[in-house]
Nanobody, 127 residues
Framework: QLQLVESGGGLVQAGGSLRLSCAAS????????MGWFRQAPGKEREFVAV????????NYADSVKGRFTIARDNAKNTVFLQMNSLKPEDTAVYYC????????????????????WGQGTQVTVSS
């Protein structure tokens, strides 16, 4: 089992910033591409960002491109999501997830590919 624990959520005003962290334990962190997803009230969970297992490639949802940055620190078994210029529509529970892969180029936006999920952290952006 790979355990994932998110932190860093909270309440912020529109235009502000937050940095989410996701700490992994239990398995070899570098075996996994790491993604962030979010679920707003009344909506389905959606893809936000992904980073390959070696950190060399990233992919973003169009709605966050240019505002959010995903990165990982493999020495600390942690993946981050830096969120800038936050908007009220970014309000959601944010989840990190792990996709086990043998490829350094895997960066899937599809939830079905992710085997492990964290418990989520709430991000609320006020207008």
């Amino acid at each position: 089992q790979l355990q994932l624990v998110e932190s860093g959520g909270g309440l912020v005003q529109a235009g502000g910033s937050l940095r989410l962290s996701c700490a992994a334990s239990g398995r070899t962190f570098t075996d996994y591409a790491m993604g962030w997803f979010r679920q707003a009230p009344g909506k389905e969970r959606e893809f936000v960002a992904v980073v390959t297992r070696n950190g060399g490639k990233t992919n973003y949802a169009d709605s966050v491109k240019g505002r959010f940055t995903i990165a990982r620190d493999n020495a600390k078994n942690t993946v981050f999501l830096q969120m800038n210029s936050l908007k009220p529509e970014d309000t959601a529970v944010y989840y990190c997830a792990a996709d086990r892969t043998v490829s350094d180029s895997t960066a899937s936006p599809y939830q079905r590919n992710y085997e492990y999920w964290g418990q989520g952290t709430q991000v609320t952006v006020s207008s």
